[in-house]
T-cell receptor, first 114, second 114 residues
Framework: DGGITQSPKYLFRKEGQNVTLSCEQN?????MYWYRQDPGQGLRLIYY???????QKGDIAEGYSVSREKKESFPLTVTSAQKNPTAFYLC?????????????FGAGSRLTVL | AQSVTQLGSHVSVSEGALVLLRCNYS??????LFWYVQYPNQGLQLLLK??????LVKGINGFEAEFKKSETSFHLTKPSAHMSDAAEYFC????????????FGQGTTLQVKP
């Protein structure tokens, strides 16, 4: 079945360490997105990419980095510069030619900083 | 700038009772509007979407929502709550561009009592 796979599901990190969250999709979607979810704050956009080798900052990009070397992959690195990285991270994708902006989401990765 | 406000972070209903989750939006252009549902430690699943066709939108699991431009609202309803409806619900808005960016409300947790 087509979908989005995020890994790992749970991740623990010590302060000062960089970590990379994986996001892979087999939907042949052009656009991919990373959102951060905190209790009571909804989802906030970190980065998005509409085409391979190109990406744009979202509303809370500071302390994060991404790459888009392949259409199916959009990894997110949480760097040591991110002040409060403990959160639930959600990856999503969309077919660019689809006019309704419907996003398909992965199951998420929960990052805890010890 | 577009924004979404969900009134009530927690809503509790009895099984079989009406479910009403409120969403108000702000948008300078005709909006696309969405309701997503999230079960614990999972990703988001699309319930329904409004894309400027019929103002009453029917979704999955018996949910529906009505777009009211004069009230800038897009409230979610279900005539009879089921225990399996207990989850967190997010309202989201996007503009008519094709970036796929969604702006989410803070979320409403629905509790269903037996």
């Amino acid at each position: 079945d087509g979908g989005i796979t995020q890994s790992p599901k749970y991740l623990f990190r010590k302060e000062g360490q960089n970590v990379t969250l994986s996001c892979e999709q087999n939907l042949n979607h052009d656009a991919m997105y990373w959102y951060r979810q905190d209790p009571g704050q909804g989802l906030r956009l970190i980065y998005y990419s509409q085409i391979v080798n190109d990406f744009q900052k979202g509303d809370i990009a500071e302390g994060y980095s991404v790459s888009r070397e392949k259409k199916e992959s959009f990894p997110l690195t949480v760097t040591s510069a991110q002040k409060n990285p403990t959160a639930f991270y959600l990856c999503a994708s969309k077919e660019v030619s689809s006019g309704a902006n419907v996003l398909t989401f992965g199951a998420g990765s929960r990052l805890t900083v010890l | 700038a577009q924004s979404v406000t969900q009134l009530g972070s927690h809503v509790s209903v009895s099984e079989g009772a009406l479910v009403l989750l409120r969403c108000n939006y702000s948008s300078s252009v005709p909006p696309y509007l969405f309701w997503y549902v999230q079960y614990p430690n999972q990703g988001l699943q699309l319930l329904l979407k409004y894309t400027s066709a019929a103002t009453l939108v029917k979704g999955i699991n018996g949910f529906e929502a009505e777009f009211k431009k004069s009230e800038t609202s897009f409230h979610l309803t279900k005539p009879s709550a089921h225990m399996s409806d207990a989850a967190e619900y997010f309202c989201a808005v996007s503009d008519s561009s094709n970036t796929g960016k969604l702006i989410f409300g803070q979320g409403t947790t629905l509790q269903v009592k037996p």
